[in-house]
């Protein structure tokens, strides 16, 4: 046994703080877009700028961590996730704003490191080695940082000022730190290399899983960042009465209830057992996704603009889970390498199309601009057919997985058999 009771809270801890970096954005934007008096589209800049920090650094906290270990990873997640949000709740300029953004980045990959790495190791050998449980578990401590956040701080908002409220979700990721000192870690596996990845490019089933996830981290990313801002246009014209405060306070709950729909969407498709379906459910979850827009776009109540946002979180529960266990599948084994490469792929949707919904929500409104989502659920669901009729590859992978991360393709049809990040 090479950890203790504090290396599992640390583990946690990192897939709780990832959680609250994916929300941070979203859960502040009613409130810091007027502070910086920036409009949508400069507020989707910075989130292309977050989303492209967490690009670059998903590549490099691997080497970072095979060379310094799992503890100098956590500490630096930990304290630069806190120190940029502490630099959000003090910004009044974009460009400072903008530096608070690339900083979170870097905290939320480190903090991606310690959660889905050494989380899930670490839970895995409590579930007596089964990674699948392991991750799901590890999933469900990144839900409800994605639904904490944006909960705290409704209430913070009408209680306190933007300062103080935000400064306390820097004080909340500061607090794991104290966790990392008595915890005992275990040797750190091989991570992604560049090398690795140059012989996955080649193969159909990392182009075609890399384009699913790419569709994918675009939608999230975009309901992430905008669902608050969408929800505070929709409150305003059902309710005009409502003082600002409460308006601002009910749309961050709008991502809460968007995050809790999630988890429990993820848990539930966790317990349910997909061994050869696991591509038509992504592309039904695309087709459904598409409805649930297209009826967001003209939605007129609030009430009615909650459940959709619920509907939504459930409708997206499976895709990101599913994608990576069916490609794992299919390649005979997951590795670190063809997470590594899927995932940064992935991330490029969440650098172009959020920003794209900012551009068009400048001069229109962000319930309009959702419309430019439509599209990539179709592609969503074609890419995902793709994926369900793609052979095997269970040579190829045997090539080129990285040995600390195989695992049997009966393991990997809805949660990764290798460690994974949940955007």
């Known amino acids: 046994m090479d950890h203790n009771i504090w290396t ?21 934007a009613v409130k810091m877009m007027p502070r910086m008096d920036i409009d949508q589209a400069k507020f989707g800049t ?20 095979d060379r310094l270990g799992f503890q100098t990873v956590a500490i630096v997640g930990f304290v630069a996730a806190a120190v940029a949000v502490f630099l959000l709740a003090n910004a009044r300029t974009a460009e400072a704003g903008m530096a608070a953004c690339i900083l979170l980045g870097i905290g939320a990959m480190a903090c991606n490191t310690t959660g889905n790495v050494l989380g899930t190791r670490v839970v895995g050998e409590v579930l007596m080695n089964n990674p ?53 870690y275990p ?22 899983a890399a384009l699913v996830l790419f569709c994918y981290i675009a939608l999230e990313s975009s ?93 997206f ?40 919904i900012g551009n068009m929500a400048k001069g229109a409104s962000v319930q309009k601009a959702l419309k430019l989502l439509l599209p990539i659920c179709i592609i969503l669901a074609i890419l995902a057919a793709v994926l369900q009729k793609l052979p095997a590859k269970k040579a190829a992978a045997a090539e080129t997985a990285a040995p600390q991360a195989t695992a049997p393709a009966a393991q990997s049809t809805e949660a990764p058999a290798a460690p994974a990040q949940q955007p």
């Open 223 to 315: 309901f992430t960042n905008w669902l608050a801002p969408f929800g505070k246009e929709v409150i305003k014209n059902d309710r005009p009465d409502l003082p600002v405060e409460q308006v601002d306070a009910s749309a961050a709950r709008m991502l809460s209830a968007f995050a809790v729909a999630m988890m429990i969407g993820r848990l539930i498709t966790g317990l349910t057992t997909i061994t050869n379906a696991g591509g038509w459910l992504i592309a039904g979850s695309g087709i459904v996704a598409a409805i649930v827009i297209l009826a967001m776009t003209g939605v007129k109540g609030s009430g009615a603009a909650f459940t959709l946002a619920a509907v939504s979180g459930l409708v």
């Open 46 to 65: 910075m989130i292309s700028a977050f989303m492209f920090a967490c690009l670059v650094a998903s590549l490099a906290v691997g080497v970072l961590q």
């Open 317 to 356: 529960a499976p895709a990101f889970p599913t994608t990576v266990g069916v490609t794992f599948d299919k390649a005979g084994g997951g590795s670190g390498s063809l997470f590594g490469i899927i995932f940064a792929v992935g991330l490029l949707g969440a650098v172009i199309v959020p920003k794209a």
């Open 132 to 184: 699948a449980a392991a991750n799901n578990l590890v999933n469900v401590c990144f839900g409800l940082g994605l639904f904490l956040t944006p909960f705290i701080v409704s209430f913070l908002f009408q209680k306190l000022t933007y300062e103080k409220a935000v400064s306390i979700l820097g004080v909340i990721l500061l607090v794991p730190v104290l966790f990392t000192l008595p915890a005992k």
């Open 8 to 28: 599992l809270i640390v583990g946690l801890s990192g897939a709780f703080g990832l959680g609250m970096c994916f929300a941070m954005l979203g859960s502040i």
């Open 187 to 208: 040797a750190a596996p091989e991570g992604f290399t560049l090398g690795q990845a140059f012989g996955l490019l080649r193969e159909p089933l990392t182009i075609v």
